[in-house]
């Protein structure tokens, strides 16, 4: 029993003192870089539904404020956030959809706001901080946004993010990397539209 209790100590101040270094380092480490980019696969759980939807896409990220998420099954789908704008063009109903960044994104808001050099600990706060199987686990409470009600992170060795798992008030979106790559260059990310899609703009 008295050798638990030690480990249990032992364990907590561990992760006490450890308190938000790894995001810390994976932060710093960001603001080194001009770009990421990386392949993932994506699990929503949605309430009401009994199986879990799943997306296989890629995302390219480029400073200052470029994002774009490609969906490439089960269906395809493009995704492109500049600055304030975003487009998501779908190749199948031939239609893309101009407006302005909705707060919704939450993936996209919280890449925006790495992108730019920002901490997460302007919007969230870390409630813990922990080595697991799969790397350090980075549990995160928003300030503010009450329709989320976490976002978890985890980070691998050289800061590679390996999963980013957000809980809703009814769904859960979950991205495992297969691939997270650091980038020392500008990427050009645009959608090149065929001339006869239909642009909506919102």
């Given at each position: 029993?008295?050798?638990?209790?030690?480990?249990?100590?032992?364990?907590?101040?561990?992760?006490?003192?450890?308190?938000?270094?790894?995001?810390?380092?994976?932060?710093?480490?960001?603001?080194?870089?001009?770009?990421?980019?990386?392949?993932?696969?994506?699990?929503?759980?949605?309430?009401?539904?009994?199986?879990?939807?799943?997306?296989?896409?890629?995302?390219?990220?480029?400073?200052?404020?470029?994002?774009?998420?490609?969906?490439?099954?089960?269906?395809?789908?493009?995704?492109?956030?500049?600055?304030?704008?975003?487009?998501?063009?779908?190749?199948?109903?031939?239609?893309?959809?101009?407006?302005?960044?909705?707060?919704?994104?939450?993936?996209?808001?919280?890449?925006?706001?790495?992108?730019?050099?920002?901490?997460?600990?302007?919007?969230?706060?870390?409630?813990?901080?922990?080595?697991?199987k799969e790397g350090v686990l980075i549990v995160l409470e928003p300030i503010e946004d009450k329709e989320i009600k976490k976002v978890e992170l985890i980070i691998k060795n050289k800061n590679k993010l390996y999963k980013l798992k957000i809980y809703g008030k009814d769904s859960t979106v979950e991205l495992q990397?297969?691939?997270?790559?650091?980038?020392?260059?500008?990427?050009?990310?645009?959608?090149?539209?065929?001339?006869?899609?239909?642009?909506?703009?919102?």
């Amino acid at each position: 029993m008295g050798k638990k209790i030690i480990l249990f100590l032992i364990l907590t101040v561990f992760s006490i003192s450890t308190a938000g270094e790894v995001l810390k380092s994976f932060e710093e480490h960001l603001k080194k870089v001009k770009s990421v980019r990386g392949k993932f696969l994506q699990i929503t759980t949605i309430e009401g539904f009994d199986e879990p939807q799943t997306f296989i896409g890629k995302i390219y990220i480029t400073k200052p404020d470029t994002l774009k998420i490609i969906y490439k099954d089960p269906f395809k789908q493009i995704i492109l956030v500049k600055g304030s704008q975003s487009t998501i063009y779908t190749p199948e109903e031939k239609q893309a959809i101009i407006s302005k960044l909705s707060e919704d994104f939450i993936i996209v808001k919280i890449f925006k706001h790495l992108i730019k050099n920002k901490s997460l600990k302007e919007i969230f706060k870390v409630k813990e901080e922990k080595k697991t199987k799969e790397g350090v686990l980075i549990v995160l409470e928003p300030i503010e946004d009450k329709e989320i009600k976490k976002v978890e992170l985890i980070i691998k060795n050289k800061n590679k993010l390996y999963k980013l798992k957000i809980y809703g008030k009814d769904s859960t979106v979950e991205l495992q990397f297969a691939e997270f790559e650091y980038l020392d260059k500008k990427l050009e990310l645009n959608i090149d539209l065929p001339a006869d899609v239909e642009i909506i703009r919102q």
